[in-house]
Every structure is written in structure tokens, then in C-alpha cells.
């Protein structure tokens, strides 16, 4: 599974799981923030601002930015991944959406509706779900079914959701699978 929350909600959700990385997504400019009591395998914290086009002195998402995600998503096989930002609805939510992807081609559309179904507020991050589209090779795929989920609910902070990382969703869905994303 994959867990989405904010920054506010991280250590409630990090304390229900045993055994996690963690991938923190948080603008440049943001604070120090206290990672004590949290104890991930792995905590990856890529900072970027949460834009979907370039604006002047803001850092916006990239390639880069986005192949640090989906690797560390790739790298978490058997072990829950703890995705957060600071409200818990664009880059959070993007980046959960682009890790399952990663996971599972061809289940891009049905990713989404679930997503829509268990975050109503979720608005995942548009430039970064492009660049994740670029990057897998979906050819817009990625791009359309965000599309057609439109905007979440207004909301100032998303609650904790989870989102399945295997497709479709069986019983056997439980067993690992190899991620369709490589770097390089």
C-alpha cells in the first residue's frame, strides 16, 4: 500500500505503520521539520514548490524530481511507502499516483478513479503527473485520466488515504511485482 497525508498528519500515520519508507515532498523554502519519533527504512525528501508551470523564483517540478520518485518507489517492494506534502491533496498525490502507475501499466484510468474514490479532495499535481507520463512512456495516459477525475473538493488539508501500489485489484494482488520503470 501507499500512504498519502500532510505534513500535519504525518506522524499519526507513520506511528499505524510497523515497517515504511518515507518520501517527503516539501517546497525549498519550507522549515526545519521534526523527524523524531519516525523511524522509516528509507526517507527520501525532494523539495520542489507545488506549481504546475515555471514561475519566477519558485522551483518547479522535473525530470529529475520525478525519476528520484519513481525509483524510490520502485525500491519499496514489500514494504508500505509513506507519501506526504504539505496538505496532502497535489504532491503527495501525484507522486502516489505516478509510483502505482510505474507499478502497474495499463491501469493508469483505473489508478485514478480510485484515487478520486478514496481522496475526494486530492488534486494531484498536473506537472508532475506530465512529467511521470513523459518519463514512463504513456504517451498522455497518465495526463487523461488525471484530466478526467477533475479538481478535488476544495479542502486546506487532505485526509490520510491509502492507495493500492498492484493492479488489478484480486486477492493475489498481494504478491510483489516487478515495476515497469527502469532508469536508464
Known sequence: MIHICSLGGLHAVAASLDDFDLLTLL???????????????????????DIVEPAPALVAPDANAMRQVLAFGDAARGRPLLVHC??????????????????????EREIAME????????TPNRLMVALADD?????????????????GAE????KPYQLPLLWPQTPSSSQPKRSAFRLG
Open 86 to 107: 504539505w496538505a496532502g491533496i497535489s504532491r503527495s498525490s501525484a507522486a502516489a499516483y505516478a509510483i502505482a502507475c510505474a507499478h502497474n501499466p495499463g491501469f
Open 27 to 49: 517546497s525549498p523554502t519550507h522549515g526545519a521539520v521534526d523527524w523524531s519519533g519516525l523511524s522509516p527504512n528509507r526517507h527520501l525528501h525532494v523539495s520542489f514548490h
Open 115 to 122: 484515487l478520486r474514490h478514496r481522496a475526494p479532495e486530492a
Open 135 to 151: 518519463l514512463l512512456g504513456c504517451n498522455g495516459v497518465m495526463v487523461d485520466a488525471v484530466a478526467s477525475i477533475g479538481r
Open 155 to 158: 479542502a486546506f488539508e487532505g
